[in-house]
């Protein structure tokens, strides 16, 4: 089961929505993982015809499956960061009207929304749907690293160090939840780490 | 007092452009810069006359950083109801007039890589506000301005002298007519429509850009309605306990300011929504004419926008 079901939070954390086919001549659809299927849901071969894939497997096998759908472009990629410089052409490249597709983590449609924004899309006209993963792309408040894929509560800043709660304060413009050190006035006294949403 | 704050102006020149448009030029009255605005604002312009206040917004047309005056076209509607008649005959040179602060319903989208400009006869007027402004900003536009013929093409030889590469004129009388389809097709990412002109205009462009997948977010339009006449029907304001009748040739908003009631109001068009007001009661049919409520609130029967929207029946009770 490659769902999720966020529980209610606060208004800044996102919504993720769920993949429908729109009108339109071009359509980008970015696949991580899991993200495979929903895309999988939604393929009919007149939109595939039209449509510029880009799977990123990270370890997932729906390669094939994929490819079978005979999307006029197909790409598949490691990870996000070996199909970053393809995704920023491809928008670079492209003429208002495409139509941009994202599943996978919250990471990864986070930071293709920022680049997709950057390119001159609206975020609001941007489809998003949630598959696989729940790890988090968390920025430390204080030294402002990124720490990516976090799956525990607290964890620890991968660059300065400090231990951080996971908040669900986002922010849109750096595609990351918000990292506060947890043991500031009591260093040491650092609950045990769970599993964010446990 | 409702609307926007008051400026008292005097007009300091009038020059008709052709058959139907006069353009016509405010300067403060106390000598004093009016305020900068934003291309794609207008003002309310309030005309005395006779017993008849009439408040009509127009689209300034001048350097929006200009502060010493601002302009307007004004269109001649011989069928409407009096205000661009009262303009056109009534004013001259040296007369004192009130103007609203600006307020701007149809603003540029900054975010926007490159704007595209689609106007249809006197709506050329924001867009000669908004090129100003994006040409000392270095900004990336483009106009496309569809006239009936040559001689009612106002502003055209001054736009196609200054920007011969972006501005493209089209003539109904000579068949010419804008390619849309070919045009929106491969516009750059980041590509913001803006569209203003008569109602069919606004539609086929808003709904071939749609056709074409562009986003709701990325297209623009402004349309102003001037209220029509129809027939005259009796309203009661339940807050102010008042009865007021409604003319043949009046709004419901102008009836109720008549009447000595102040509503709230800026657009006077239909399109900003300050208006709105709650319907208490309702025997008959309210005739909608604004494009701020969605089509459930008309259907509620709940709220109207007493600028535009009249009403046919026995009773009206309004919550204001």
């Not at chain 1, 993982?33 to 009919?44: C, N, Q």
């Not at chain 1, 510029?52 to 079978?68: F, P, V």
């Not at chain 1, 597709?101 to 006209?125: N, S, W």
């Not at chain 2, 070919?182 to 056709?211: F, S």
Request: net charge negative; with cysteine.
């Amino acid at each position: 089961m490659s769902k999720f079901e966020f529980p209610p939070s606060i208004t800044s954390r996102p919504i993720w929505g769920s993949l429908t086919p729109r009108q339109g001549k071009h359509h980008l659809m970015i696949a991580e993982a899991e993200g495979a299927e929903a895309v999988l849901d939604i393929a009919s071969p007149e939109l595939m015809a039209k449509t510029h894939l880009i799977y990123l497997a990270r370890g997932t096998d729906y390669g094939d499956k994929l490819r079978a759908l005979n999307p006029q472009h197909f790409r598949e990629s490691p990870t996000f960061g070996a199909a970053r410089q393809r995704i920023e052409r491809v928008l670079q490249d492209a003429a208002m009207g495409l139509q941009l597709y994202l599943t996978g983590t919250e990471g990864m449609m986070g930071q293709v929304m920022q680049m997709a924004v950057t390119a001159g899309i609206p975020h609001t006209a941007i489809q998003t749907e949630h598959r696989g993963s729940t790890a988090r792309r968390m920025q430390c408040v204080h030294c402002k690293g990124i720490t990516e894929d976090v799956e525990i509560d607290p964890f620890v800043c991968s660059h300065c160090g400090l231990n951080l709660f996971v908040r669900d304060h986002y922010s849109r413009r750096l595609a990351a939840y918000q990292g506060v050190c947890i043991d500031a006035e009591d260093p040491g006294n650092v609950p045990e780490s769970k599993g964010i949403y446990e | 007092m409702s609307g926007a704050e008051k400026i008292t102006v005097t007009v300091t020149d009038i020059v008709p452009l052709n058959e139907l448009v006069t353009r016509f030029k405010f300067e403060r009255t106390d000598g004093a810069l009016l305020p900068t605005f934003s291309g794609g604002a207008h003002t309310v312009v309030e005309m005395k006359d006779g017993d008849t206040t009439r408040l009509n917004p127009y689209s300034l047309m001048s350097d929006p950083m200009d502060q010493r005056a601002y302009t307007i076209s004004v269109r001649r509607d011989d069928a409407g109801r009096g205000g661009s008649l009262f303009m056109h005959r009534n004013v001259k040179i040296g007369d004192e007039m009130t103007l609203s602060y600006p307020v701007n319903l149809f603003s540029l989208d900054l975010r926007a890589k490159k704007h595209l400009f689609f106007a249809g006869g006197i709506g050329i007027t924001p867009f000669l506000a908004q090129i100003k402004q994006l040409e000392r900003t270095g900004g990336n536009w483009e106009l496309h301005y569809a006239c009936r013929s040559e001689a009612l093409g106002s502003y055209v030889d001054e736009l196609t002298t200054h920007y011969p590469n972006q501005v493209h004129i089209y003539y109904d009388e000579q068949d010419q007519k804008i390619d849309l389809e070919h045009l929106l097709d491969g516009q750059p990412l980041g590509t913001h429509i803006y569209v203003c002109g008569p109602k069919g205009m606004i539609g086929w462009v808003r709904n071939t850009a749609e056709q074409l997948g562009w986003p709701r977010e990325a297209v623009h339009h402004e349309e102003f309605l001037a209220p029509q006449s129809g027939k005259p029907f009796e309203v009661k304001l339940a807050v102010s306990n008042k009865v007021i009748q409604v003319g043949e040739h009046e709004s419901l908003l102008e009836a109720i300011e008549r009447a000595g009631v102040d509503a709230p109001y800026l657009c006077r068009g239909g399109a900003c929504g300050q208006c709105e007001t709650d319907v208490v009661e309702c025997d008959g049919e309210i005739l909608h004419r604004d494009h701020w409520l969605d089509e459930a609130e008309h259907a509620s029967g709940k709220k109207i926008m007493p600028c535009v929207s009249r009403f046919e029946g026995k009773t009206l009770v309004l919550d204001r």
